[in-house]
Each structure stands twice: as C-alpha cells, then as structure tokens.
C-alpha cells in the first residue's frame, strides 16, 4: 500500500485520490459532511421525494433543456424500452431470453449456461446473498425518534478475517457494515463478531459434558483500533488494558514516530481523519488482528434504513468453508485432540457423535490418554 502524500488540496476536508483505485488522502469526516451541505440544497438530501411533475421540471432548469426534448427522453430512456418480451406477456425473471442484447442479460446468460453445464444447483447463500440489504432497503423506524436524521453521514466498512496465508490479494471480506458518523468505535467493535471470542478456554477430556464457565470475549476484553497513528483502545470494562502499549514502546524505541492513543468508548467516527480505502487495524484477543477497510463516506437518502436502532448495519457476510470432521468427513468439527493414539493425526479434528465413539465407553468412562479441547468453526455461523 503505497504511503499517503501531503495534499495537494488546499482544502482538507475533501477527500483526493493519489492513487487510482488505492485510497484517498486522510481527510476529517466531521469536516466533510459539512462541506457537503454547505453545498447541497436540502432538497437534495431530504427524505421527502418530490412529485413527478415537480421533478421533471428542476430537472429541465437544471440541464437547460426544453420540455419537449425531456418528453422524449423519457420515452427513450424508459424501463418499457428495456422490454425483451411482448407487452401482453408477464416475463419470467428466471428466465434469460436466447438471444440478449443488454449487456447485464448477456453476461446472466453466460452464467446460468455455465451452471447447467456443470449442472450446478443454486445453494441457499446464493438465494439469499442479497437478502440482508434487500430486507432493510428504505426501511422507516416506527417512531419518529429513531429516525436517522436528513444530511447523517453513512460509512461502508468491511472487516476482514485474519491472514494466514501470503496470498491475500484475493480475500473478500468477512463481514460488510453500514453505520453513521454518530456511531462509536466501540459500536463497530461490538458488531464484529470472530471465532476467536467464541473459543472456549481449557482442556475437557476427563469432563467433555461440563458447560465452560465462559468464553474468551468474556475473559479477554481488551481490544484496540489503530487509525492514522492513533490507537484506540477499549476501556469500558474493568478487566480492559492498554495492549497498545507494547507496540508504543516498541516503536519508541526504535525512532518511529510517535503514536497517540484515545479511547474507542468516547470517539465518533463523525470526529476522526481517515483515508478511504485504506487498510486499517482491529486487534483483540491479544494477536487477533483484523483488516478494517472503509470503502465509502456519503449522505444517507430516502432509500437507506433510516431506522437508527438497525445500525451498525449488516450487510454483507462472507461464506465460509467449514472444518470437517476428520472420521466422518460430513459434520463440522467440535473437538480438537492431541497426544491421542486414536487419531490420524496430531492435533485431529472431530465432530461430537465420532469424538464420543471413539474416545469413551459406553459408560462415559474415558479411553486412552489423551488432552481434548472444544473447537469453534468459524464457518458454523454462516
């Protein structure tokens, strides 16, 4: 990722790209909301949609052109004029026509041609990839207190599942999240959710039916955000420490340039400087070390949630492939051995049902010797 650059804008508050297709420069989201409605008419962010008619005719003033030639723009440009199919016939969404002329048509029926070659049938994550934004889309809240209120900033963020491979170019992200400028980054904290704070702490072979007492988020709740050299650590919480420190001292100690640290708990995204596009930190349970990229800053409109208790927002979540069990090869995997003479390897996956065959008797007394861990697959939550 290449270094960000002094910029050349005399004004800060608007975003510029050094890059094409990299990040932005560092720019003040607080600051760039403002700019953006000092500039716009608040009809331009209002929620309340003008008619057809009142619409038609800002629109003419504003392009300067006449009401005849936007009469026959209309009926160019119309979704009728997009029609594949004769006007008394109710299409068939499902159903691509032979010979497409529209490009997105085109590139469908390549797609649905490729699966039934390979006679690939539809999985339910690819019926409902859509559904999380597609349920909320324009959504209004039931009170009018919890609007989100006209000219609110909207930040697209998406978290990315630790790497544990070189070639990382290619990952998606975990999770896809929508939340407003009033928002916190302990609130983003919050919304992310990893396997590694579901892990359950402890060895369970002598008791493998005991209930654990908690789980790593609950004993481990320390956690920091590090953007544009400031750390923020969470500090809600009694058990809470300053992890960032190692690597402040680190860095002090070897002439970086100094970092600064403030807490999660009181900074709004609305009062920070970031870079759009640019690779930021997320760490918690000691070396759980997340990507958090922030794709878009806009205003929200009319077809947003504007319901505010629905945020942070969940948009998109990736699909995982799941861990089997190493016995059965069909159930996701529950236990982790090691040191275990039954096993194929060292350390062995297993579900619940091989895990319980094979290392007790019928009394539920243990075999062997052996250490047991309960495992957590992270693709167990898709």
Not at 79 to 102: A, F, M, N
Request: negative net charge; hydrophobic residues 35%; contains cysteine.
């Amino acid at each position: 990722m290449a270094a960000s650059k002094p910029s050349t804008n005399p004004n800060i508050n608007i975003p510029e790209y050094e890059y094409a297709d990299v990040n932005t420069t560092i720019f003040h989201i607080g600051s760039f909301r403002s700019e953006w409605l000092s500039r716009l008419k608040p009809s331009n962010y209002s929620y309340q949609r003008e008619d057809e008619d009142t619409f038609d005719a800002n629109f003419a003033k504003e392009t300067g052109i006449s009401a005849e030639t936007l009469t026959d723009l209309k009926s160019i440009c119309s979704v009728d004029s997009l029609r594949c199919h004769p006007e008394d016939q109710e299409p068939d969404t499902d159903v691509v026509p032979p010979d497409p002329t529209l490009r997105t048509l085109v590139q469908r029926k390549k797609r649905q041609d490729h699966r039934s070659s390979r006679k690939v049938n539809k999985n339910r994550h690819d019926l409902y990839a859509d559904e999380l934004e597609r349920l909320t889309a324009g959504r209004e809240p039931e009170a009018v207190v919890d609007m989100v209120p006209e000219g609110e900033v909207i930040l697209t963020i998406n978290v990315y599942y630790p790497a544990t491979y070189d070639n990382f170019s290619y990952a998606r992200p975990h999770i896809t999240l929508l939340m407003t400028g009033s928002h916190s980054l302990a609130e983003l904290r919050d919304a992310i959710c990893c396997v590694s704070d579901l892990q359950v702490c402890g060895e369970f072979s002598n008791t493998p039916d005991m209930a654990p007492e908690f789980i790593s988020k609950d004993h481990y709740k320390s956690a920091f955000f590090f953007f544009e050299g400031v750390f923020y650590n969470d500090m809600r919480y009694p058990e809470c420490q300053d992890i960032s420190m190692t690597v402040i001292e680190w860095a002090k100690a070897r002439n970086f340039p100094p970092y600064s640290q403030a807490k999660m708990e009181d900074t709004r995204f609305v009062d920070m400087k970031v870079k759009v596009g640019f690779p930021y930190l997320y760490c918690h349970q000691g070396d759980c070390e997340h990507l958090v990229i922030i794709t878009d800053v806009r205003l929200t409109h009319a077809d947003d949630c504007l319901d505010k208790k629905l945020y942070p927002l969940l948009t998109n979540k990736y699909r995982v492939v799941t861990q089997k069990c190493a016995v059965c090869h069909v159930y996701i995997g529950r236990w982790v051995t090691t040191n275990d003479r039954f096993a194929p390897s060292d350390p062995c996956l297993f579900c619940d049902k091989c895990f319980r065959m094979l290392h007790y008797d019928a009394q539920g007394k243990k075999l062997g010797d052996f250490l047991a861990y309960p495992y957590v697959d992270r693709g167990a939550f898709n």
